[in-house]
């Protein structure tokens, strides 16, 4: 059974730093490009970066803007999302997925997801 496990939310200050972890089983995790997304109340998900199964390649949404970095550790089945220079507008639930395809956009194109991690920015 697939199981993706966020950890690393929290509540932190605007201008704060936050690192997301996803931490997978039951797949062979250096097969899947990792993404994270996230989801604000109200709003769809939306993308927040990807990455391929070697790392060698990242996609990252417009809003990050240099804050945020994605990375992997194969070794350790992890997926890790670095979020520096908070804003209360980062505000949501993280999630983390994984896709056996390509780096995908779109939450729907994605084979498994995790439960999820709150990020609170206060301001």
């Known amino acids: 059974q697939v199981q993706l496990l966020e950890s690393g939310g929290g509540l932190v200050q605007a201008g704060g730093s936050l690192r997301l972890s996803c931490a997978a089983s039951g797949l062979t995790f250096s097969r899947y490009a990792m993404g994270w997304f996230r989801r604000a109340p109200g709003k769809e998900h939306e993308l927040v970066a990807a990455?391929?199964?070697?790392?060698?390649?990242?996609n990252y949404a417009g809003f990050t803007e240099g804050r945020f970095t994605i990375s992997r550790d194969n070794d350790k089945n992890t997926v890790y999302l670095q979020m520096n220079r908070l804003k209360p507008e980062d505000t949501a639930v993280y999630y983390c997925?994984?896709?056996?395809?390509?780096?995908?956009?779109?939450?729907?194109?994605?084979?498994?997801w995790g439960q999820g991690t709150q990020v609170t920015v206060s301001s």
């Open positions: 997925a994984a896709d056996s395809a390509t780096v995908a956009i779109k939450w729907s194109e994605y084979d498994y």
């Open positions: 990455i391929t199964w070697d790392g060698g390649s990242l």
